[in-house]
């Protein structure tokens, strides 16, 4: 209809169905937690999770009279307690000691980011004036915070002017399911919120590197300016620092936080610190999706029912789960590689682990340790699959690497609960991350089947014959190959 | 934006040929009721049989079909934001800003709401130089619009170019109501945002305006109360377990839609 293929649109949350089916997923006491930085930080702190360290917090004007605010050595924010939209923050970078001017409110004690001196006077009316409400949802009365100030990791200066770029992460069910680097403009006032025109950079969930990028609520973009190398520079391909720690965090909010099954975190990275968790969201927008061009309805169903063991597992779930396939677009550019319908592939043997093998040596590829295994090419299948007793001695059925337990349905008929692990091998020199279905193969000659997900940016070739005993039979020059007939 | 002038051109277009060649329409609504007697009361014509009553007793008919009609229209701006995908500020101000238009005229109901609107900006922007409290500083904000209204009313009745005898004080304090909605979005959200919900909240209300004033629709609910509530009912139901897209986010996921290399292929 209208050259629109609606079927394409299933992959996508959309918001009736957000606010309808999964947001009833977040109880009311999530959403208080989520709503008020305090208690956030609070929860967050008791497990073990980084956030800005707390200075200290204002409920009433006479606190914020009593407060020594001499003592304070600059480098620190003062927030409302149940702001939205990163209104009300004033960022005070250094405190001017030496130097003190006297103006009519007094002596002039700090100077903010922006190069806007302030006197105690004017911290405590700004304080003031968060406590009236002015900077809550609806005007009601609001507290303040003090926090440490957050040392922007110098990868993220680059990229803009004003204020602090970071990372949303959606996390759903304990996994990680989409993220996105935001970056506030001068559109944006500073903010990092896509509603208020900020920049949003989608990012591959396995290597952490940046795919497309959105402008706003909906207008892609290709290209963001650098401020370091002065040039425009593509949004694909910047490389996210400690990716792997920060969907960590993000999960352990979650563990942190049982009331919210479906929230997006909000993690900048310090320069010293790591990850440091800003606040958590238990109403995200649906934008995300549009700057990882990716849906996020097909992901959650994806990570629905499994029940996640732990944070490494989590963390593999949606590194197998949901990574891009960059390895193969890069390789396809260059050159088509043929595949025979018999190859011998080099499975990685996971860190730490010592493989029983009496046939096959352990070689070295690089870093890391392989294994030489036989596997039978089948565009049939979907997915590869593993002989259990090979996978067990490869390590790979140990309790971190197994994703998820489903159903499959062969030529056969229907085969319970095949494990899913997570697999990286190499195939004809190309890296391969797949997660493959582990069979009782002990009966048969190849003990891995090439299912078509993982064949891409191959051609499988079928011109060598097989004989009826199986194996290769190379032919001579000229002589035509031989019908097989059956018989 | 320009959806907006549309509807409100057709609106328009509409009223003004609705009031030059229908003759019927000064056929009063009492005259309806009075032709099409119902019988005897049997549960299930209740409401026809109440408004039938009290339109003997003297209360317009007007009043009645506003009063029924009034959840028809918070149906069809439900409809139109769950399904369509518009947006306004909430439901009951579309509705409310609806039955404003329909006592003014959606053309003068225009005028007069950017009349208020400008004026409300206007004086935000001087009022910010004093400082004053807040309500104070909405309190002579009120004060400039109804100088403004009341600029509105006497230049319409010298040049006579809109008719402003069915201007009241109901119609006006709703649009104020809606003018306060958008300074709230533009400090709490963004200026972009708060003029995308007005303009949604106008096209919203405009559309009930216009449904709510053909006067077969107005006939039929005077005359089939029931059929309409519980019609109502039935697609507030059909709505509210609506999970599926809304027409506008098809265009907005559009980008994010990836071309498969199958679909390339084909085209090479």
Known sequence: ?487 | MITLVLVAGLAAGREIWARSYEPWIDVPLEQVVKDNRVGNWNGLNSLRKASEIAVDRGVGANTIVLLLMLPLVATVVSVLHYVFGFMGYGIFTPTMIAVAFLATGIVEGLVLFGMILATSLFSNVLLRRFKLHFWPARSINLMMITIGTFGLISASTYWRVFDVSRLSVFPMLFMILLTEEFVRTELAKSRKEAKKLMFGTLLLAILGAVIMDIREVQEMVLLYPEMFLFAGILINFAVGNYTGIRLSEIGRFKKAIRKSPKSKSLKV
């Open chain 1, 1 to 487: 209809m209208f050259g629109i293929n609606l079927k394409q649109y299933n992959q996508f949350l959309t918001i009736n169905e957000r606010n309808k089916i999964f947001l009833r997923k977040n109880s009311s006491e999530g959403r208080a937690i989520a709503d008020s930085k305090y208690r956030t930080k609070k929860i967050l702190t008791e497990a073990e999770v980084g956030v800005p360290k707390l200075i200290k917090r204002f409920r009433s004007w006479a606190e914020v009279e009593k407060f020594n605010w001499e003592e304070l050595d600059g480098n620190f924010v003062i927030k409302p307690v149940a702001g939205y939209g990163g209104d009300g923050i004033i960022i005070i970078r250094k405190s001017l000691k030496s130097k003190s001017l006297k103006v009519e409110s007094g002596e002039i004690k700090f100077q903010l980011m922006n190069g806007e001196k302030m006197t105690v006077e004017d911290l405590k009316g700004h304080c003031r004036e968060i406590l009236s409400g002015k900077y809550s949802l609806h005007g009601i009365q609001d507290g303040v915070i003090v926090e440490e100030r957050i040392k922007i990791h110098p990868m993220f200066l680059s990229l803009t002017k004003s204020g602090t770029p970071d990372i949303r992460v959606i996390v759903y069910n304990k996994v990680p399911v989409m993220a996105m680097f935001r970056i506030p403009t001068a559109k944006s006032g500073g903010k990092a919120n896509l509603q208020q025109g900020a920049m949003g950079l989608g990012i591959d969930l396995a290597t952490g590197i940046t795919t497309f990028g959105v402008e706003g609520k909906g207008d892609l973009i290709s290209k963001i300016y650098d401020i370091g190398k002065k040039k425009l520079i593509k949004v694909n391909g910047i490389k996210i620092p400690m990716w792997k720690e920060i969907l960590e965090t993000a999960v352990k909010c979650q563990k942190a936080i049982p009331g919210l099954g479906f929230l997006g975190v909000d993690v900048v990275l310090d320069k010293d610190k790591g990850p440091v968790v800003l606040e958590v969201n238990a109403r995200p927008g649906l934008s995300i999706q549009i700057c990882n061009k990716a849906g996020l309805k097909y992901r959650m169903e994806k990570v629905g029912d499994i029940e996640v063991r732990s944070i490494d597992h989590a963390v593999t779930l949606c590194k197998y789960l949901f990574g891009e396939g960059f390895f193969e677009k890069v390789e396809q550019k260059e050159k088509i590689t043929t595949v025979e319908p018999i190859e011998i592939i080099k499975v990685k043997i996971p860190k730490g682990f010592k493989p029983e093998m009496q046939k096959s040596p352990v070689l070295k590829k690089g870093k890391h340790r392989v294994v030489e295994v036989r596997a039978k090419i089948d565009t049939g299948a979907f997915r590869s699959s593993i002989d259990r007793t090979l996978a067990n001695k490869l390590g790979l059925l140990s309790d971190g690497k197994v994703l998820y337990y489903r159903n499959y349905r062969s030529s056969l008929g229907k085969h319970r609960d095949r494990p899913v692990v997570g697999v990286t091998f190499w195939l004809n020199g190309k890296k391969v991350m797949t997660a493959v279905n582990v069979a009782d193969r002990s009966k048969l000659r190849t003990k891995f089947l090439l299912g078509r997900k993982d064949l891409g940016g191959f051609l499988v070739s079928a011109k060598t014959l097989l004989p009826a005993g199986g194996g290769h039979l190379p032919l001579k020059k000229g002589e035509a190959p031989k019908l097989l007939k059956n018989k």
